[in-house]
């Protein structure tokens, strides 16, 4: 059966001042629909390189990225990103001067979306916990939590495979955190998503059903069962770091 997502000995390298950094050395993983993958590390370990790789936003030095058995560097990756990715980042990046609804209504623009946009774009925010009378409120008018809640509905609006989240619950508190979670394990196991997460909160690596380890570009499993990954696991796999 052909992979959903394959990363083969990916390399990346980038210059900075005090020389030639390797970013990623050999990475490989098999990432499959329907599963939550949480990413950990140091900072500066690769994460975040990584992740702009399967996004198509850059291509490696070498090694290959395989969406379906097709190579990204053949796709359009423009639009590959735009009909098959769903982001969710640290900070909301909503338009302040949109409201919640039109936040949403605008991503499906851009996807192509050929339904009724808006009934889709409500659909979508009740789906995230958004309620109807607050729809045409500004981006601005809500809180943290809300502001990423719309921002996942935003991402998921024209019903990617893969959804990237990168440090998607660092500026919120401790029961948004936990709504937040619930949605993107809910995408995975519920909507049969592909959940990519970069993250350092140990509540989501509880929740994950896979937990990468990033440490100097090189890639590794550090939990993969059914039963979830434990905060003692977890807790202790972070105080290594530096």
């Known amino acids: 059966m052909m992979e959903f997502?394959?990363?083969k000995h990916l390399s990346y390298d980038y210059i900075t001042k005090a020389g030639k950094v390797?970013?990623?050395?050999?990475a490989s993983a098999v990432f499959e629909k329907g599963v939550v993958y949480a990413i950990v590390g140091r900072s500066g370990s690769g994460k975040s390189t990584l992740m702009s790789l399967i996004a198509g936003l850059d291509v490696p030095k070498s090694g290959e990225i395989l969406y379906y058995g097709e190579n990204l560097r053949n796709l359009d990756r423009d639009k590959f990103r735009r009909e098959h990715i769903g982001m969710v980042f640290q900070s909301y990046y909503l338009l302040p001067q949109l409201t919640a609804?039109?936040?949403?209504?605008?991503?499906?623009?851009?996807?192509?979306?050929?339904?009724?946009?808006?009934?889709?774009?409500?659909?979508?925010?009740?789906?995230?916990?958004?309620?109807?009378?607050?729809?045409?409120?500004?981006?601005?008018?809500?809180?943290?939590?809300?502001?990423?809640?719309?921002?996942?509905?935003?991402?998921?609006?024209?019903?990617?495979?893969?959804?990237?989240?990168?440090?998607?619950?660092?500026?919120?508190?401790?029961?948004?955190?936990?709504?937040?979670?619930?949605?993107l394990v809910e995408l995975a196991h519920k909507y049969d998503k592909c959940v990519i997460v970069i993250t350092h909160?140990?509540?989501?690596?509880?929740?994950?059903?896979?937990?990468l380890k990033m440490d100097d570009g090189v890639l590794k499993s550090i939990c993969l069962n059914s039963g979830r990954c434990t905060r003692f696991l977890f807790a202790k796999y972070l105080s290594s770091l530096p």
């Open 101 to 183: 609804v039109e936040n949403v209504e605008l991503s499906l623009e851009l996807a192509g979306y050929k339904g009724d946009k808006r009934a889709k774009a409500e659909e979508m925010l009740s789906l995230v916990g958004i309620k109807k009378e607050q729809f045409k409120k500004r981006s601005t008018q809500f809180s943290g939590g809300e502001q990423q809640r719309i921002a996942v509905a935003r991402a998921i609006a024209a019903d990617p495979e893969l959804i990237l989240a990168d440090e998607p619950t660092g500026n919120l508190d401790n029961e948004n955190t936990m709504n937040v979670i619930r949605i």
């Open 201 to 211: 909160a140990a509540e989501i690596a509880e929740k994950a059903d896979v937990v």
């Open 5 to 7: 997502l394959e990363l």
């Open 22 to 26: 390797h970013a990623l050395k050999e």
